[in-house]
């Protein structure tokens, strides 16, 4: 396993930033690490990066421990943190040259990352005068540069326009083939286009785990409907096969049912049975957004 995380606890004076948390990634495999502000994401990144350490639990990257082996852990580890560290008065292969000199490789190494990540017309600027989307490929070519076997990537598309998150996106599938990626990120769209897995958290706990296309498929079945008439929640909630009944506004429902035949025809079946008309009667399309939201809300 290129990652190994089990049991792992992280307090902040009363506040438990992370709550038994446990997972494991296999080498080759790219991760969606996913959950609202403030769920621990960042922390898990940080100490998978041996940046800090848990209070309880045990964690191994690249069967390097953590807490007695931080410095093969780093070597082994590139990381890009949420606000990229960048010195805006250097130049993009001075900056790289520095990095270089730090793990003590080779600086032939610098044009090879340069290239990878599509910065070969921007190498004899200034940071400062790259766009956003340029800082973020010389961030990763920084965490690209010892040629490390797993990459953490914090918010590795934030502030990017379509066609820089496009550019990006593509960068990090075609480093995932060779190496194993964790990125957490809120642009839903991005992990349904990148990640083999998602991984959410919510409140320091670990909500769901499992491969993306079985994530999506196993989604409760969700129908909105509107009825003509005001329907009691209770006589709702006899409705066949029902899992849930929210009320959305005035006689909206969200029905959601575990059974993944289509149930339409049976709300409607219901409505006529007990003297209601369906004014609206629309399947909600199943993605990872509304998954995500259905878990961390």
Request: overall charge negative.
């Amino acid at each position: 396993m290129s990652i190994e995380v089990q049991n792992v606890f992280k307090i902040y004076g009363k506040q438990k930033a992370l709550n038994n948390v446990s997972f494991s990634i296999p080498s080759g495999e790219i991760v969606g690490f996913l959950g609202p502000n403030g769920a621990g994401k960042s922390t898990m990144m940080k100490i998978l990066t041996s940046y800090i350490n848990q209070n309880e639990g045990n964690v191994k990257v690249n069967g390097f421990d953590s807490l007695s082996a931080e410095l093969d852990v780093k070597k082994s580890v590139g990381y890009l943190p949420e606000h990229n560290p960048l010195y805006l008065d250097l130049y993009v292969k001075e900056y790289l040259n520095f990095h270089a000199d730090i793990h003590l490789i080779s600086n032939t190494r610098i044009e090879e990352v340069i290239e990878l990540v599509g910065l070969t017309p921007e190498k004899g600027k200034k940071i400062g005068k790259l766009s956003k989307g340029y800082r973020q490929r010389l961030g990763l070519a920084a965490a690209l540069l010892h040629d490390p076997e797993v990459l953490i990537l914090d918010e590795p598309t934030t502030g990017l326009d379509p066609n820089q998150l496009t550019g990006i996106r593509n960068l990090i599938k075609e480093v995932g083939k060779t190496k194993t990626v964790l990125l957490s990120t809120h642009i839903m769209q991005e992990v349904e286009a990148m990640c083999d897995r998602v991984i959410i958290i919510n409140k320091g706990e670990i909500v769901a785990d499992k491969n993306l296309k079985q994530l999506l498929e196993n989604q409760e079945q969700i129908i909105e409907v509107e009825f003509d008439l005001r329907a009691e929640e209770q006589l709702l909630k006899t409705i066949p096969n029902i899992n849930s009944v929210k009320n959305v506004f005035g006689n909206t429902w969200l029905l959601s049912f575990e059974n993944q035949d289509d149930m339409r025809a049976t709300v409607f079946d219901f409505a006529q049975k007990n003297g209601l008309k369906t004014l609206q009667l629309q399947q909600k399309i199943s993605s990872l957004e509304s998954l995500f939201q259905n878990l961390t809300n």
